[in-house]
């Protein structure tokens, strides 16, 4: 049983959370700018690419909207991402977005992420940048697709969706509770899990 999306793809109903699919040359299901939108001139799509996303729709019931082969616009429980093959005959991109920052909390909310990324690094881990039309920020990283099956990616994209609801979640307490100081901190760190949350703390207290 499929339900219907408004933007014409088809998620599993009942499935927690809903997933949707469609074509990155067709505009975004959600309100993406920049390089994401732009996927027209996405280099051609590679095989592991190919049986990835096959595979990823065949085995969740997902009903696509437009051709795959350049990229892949994916809704999770309401958090946009979006799948490109690489350059590299093997690599797959993935781009999550995290939502726009508050403005009163611009600058504490950056600074997290500049944090974030000094402790993240290593030659295949995520990181986070911005777009700089929108002012969203994403969290990038680089697939090895022969490494990576459907139910690996699919997890992947679970998880990062939820990080970023509960990030986006915590912008709304900033201004009501103190202690959603930590809370963002722990979305930021959990996303790199030999990390402890208290290397994200900034200020006099940081280690």
């Given at each position: 049983?499929?339900?219907?999306?408004?933007?014409?793809?088809?998620c599993v109903a009942g499935m927690k959370p809903a997933i949707a699919m469609q074509s990155a040359c067709m505009p975004s299901?959600?309100?993406?700018?920049?390089?994401?939108?732009?996927?027209?001139?996405?280099?051609?799509?590679?095989?592991?690419?190919?049986?990835?996303?096959?595979?990823?729709?065949?085995?969740?019931?997902?009903?696509?909207?437009?051709?795959?082969?350049?990229?892949?616009?994916?809704?999770?429980?309401?958090?946009?991402?979006?799948?490109?093959?690489?350059?590299?005959?093997?690599?797959?991109?993935?781009?999550?977005?995290?939502?726009?920052?508050?403005?009163?909390?611009?600058?504490?909310?950056?600074?997290?992420?500049?944090?974030?990324?000094?402790?993240?690094?290593?030659?295949?881990?995520?990181?986070?940048?911005?777009?700089?039309?929108?002012?969203?920020?994403?969290?990038?990283?680089?697939?090895?697709?022969?490494?990576?099956?459907?139910?690996?990616?699919?997890?992947?994209?679970?998880?990062?969706?939820?990080?970023?609801?509960?990030?986006?979640?915590?912008?709304?307490?900033?201004?009501?509770?103190?202690?959603?100081?930590?809370?963002?901190?722990?979305?930021?760190?959990?996303?790199?899990?030999?990390?402890?949350?208290?290397h994200y703390t900034s200020g006099p207290d940081k280690h």
């Amino acid at each position: 049983m499929l339900k219907k999306q408004g933007f014409g793809s088809a998620c599993v109903a009942g499935m927690k959370p809903a997933i949707a699919m469609q074509s990155a040359c067709m505009p975004s299901p959600l309100p993406l700018t920049g390089h994401l939108e732009r996927t027209e001139h996405a280099t051609m799509s590679t095989h592991h690419y190919q049986v990835l996303i096959d595979e990823v729709c065949r085995f969740h019931g997902i009903v696509p909207t437009g051709d795959l082969a350049h990229g892949a616009h994916i809704v999770v429980a309401g958090v946009a991402l979006t799948l490109l093959p690489s350059e590299d005959a093997h690599s797959l991109m993935l781009f999550c977005d995290f939502g726009e920052p508050p403005w009163q909390w611009r600058a504490e909310v950056l600074q997290r992420v500049l944090e974030s990324n000094l402790f993240m690094f290593s030659a295949d881990s995520p990181h986070f940048s911005m777009d700089h039309e929108s002012g969203r920020v994403m969290l990038l990283e680089r697939l090895v697709a022969s490494h990576i099956n459907a139910d690996g990616l699919l997890a992947k994209l679970e998880r990062y969706a939820q990080h970023a609801l509960r990030w986006q979640n915590s912008f709304l307490q900033l201004d009501a509770d103190a202690g959603s100081i930590a809370r963002l901190n722990e979305g930021l760190a959990s996303l790199t899990l030999p990390v402890p949350a208290s290397h994200y703390t900034s200020g006099p207290d940081k280690h």
